[in-house]
T-cell receptor
Framework: GDSVTQMEGPVTLSEEAFLTINCTYTATGYPSLFWYVQYPGEGLQLLLKATKADDKGSNKGFEATYRKETTSFHLEKGSVQVSDSAVYFCALKTGANNLFFGTGTRLTVIP | NAGVTQTPKFQVLKTGQSMTLQCAQDMNHNSMYWYRQDPGMGLRLIYYSASEGTTDKGEVPNGYNVSRLNKREFSLRLESAAPSQTSVYFC?????????????????FGPGTRLTVL
């Protein structure tokens, strides 16, 4: 079945450090891929998405490239800020009316 | 616009009690969803409603029922709560129109309901 595997956390970085959170997927067909972010006490918000191979999603300095050959969608940011502290979820959608989520990666950025 | 709202924010139940979680959206979205979030498991879909008048089971529907009351509202009912249903429940909505492959309707999430079953 469809599934997402993402990097176990928690991840702790100093401000301005480089961030990578790994995400790989298994899916039939051609999924759309997403990164969602959950700030403390809030619901999930869409951070970025890519709907076909080689697409790059980007938002708020975060980027992820849809790599069909490695079935990956790694999240990157060049310089993290304290305000980026949150839980990040990788997700996929294959045309059915729902999302399959990874287990989430908690990021803490310290000043 | 309030987006997606959920009530209550917190609830404690005893085993065997029943309750209904309420969800409403003001974005004129067609589709609505209920997820549960458990530690180390990510979010899992309980039920969804692709349009007013329809509901379908998701990945973990056992022990739950849903009602799509109208286009705005989608409720989740626990008829006889069990400790295994202790979780955070999120409602989401998407799409003014049908999903088209390659053009995804973003799902918008509510703030969640934290439910504890003793």
């Amino acid at each position: 079945g469809d599934s997402v595997t993402q990097m176990e956390g928690p991840v702790t970085l100093s401000e301005e450090a480089f961030l990578t959170i790994n995400c790989t997927y298994t899916a039939t067909g051609y999924p759309s891929l997403f990164w969602y972010v959950q700030y403390p006490g809030e619901g999930l918000q869409l951070l970025l998405k890519a709907t076909k191979a080689d697409d790059k999603g980007s938002n708020k300095g975060f980027e992820a490239t849809y790599r069909k050959e490695t079935t990956s969608f790694h999240l990157e940011k060049g310089s993290v800020q304290v305000s980026d502290s949150a839980v990040y979820f990788c997700a996929l959608k294959t045309g059915a009316n729902n999302l399959f989520f990874g287990t989430g990666t908690r990021l803490t950025v310290i000043p | 616009n309030a987006g997606v709202t959920q009530t209550p924010k917190f609830q404690v139940l005893k085993t065997g009690q029943s309750m209904t979680l309420q969800c409403a959206q003001d974005m004129n979205h067609n589709s609505m969803y209920w997820y549960r979030q458990d530690p180390g498991m990510g979010l899992r879909l309980i039920y969804y409603s692709a349009s007013e008048g329809t509901t379908d089971k998701g990945e973990v529907p056992n022990g739950y029922n849903v009602s799509r009351l109208n286009k705005r509202e989608f409720s989740l009912r626990l008829e006889s709560a069990a400790p295994s249903q202790t979780s955070v429940y999120f409602c989401a909505s998407s799409g003014r129109g049908p999903d088209i492959v390659g053009v995804e309707n973003e799902q918008f999430f509510g703030p969640g309901t934290r439910l504890t079953v003793l």
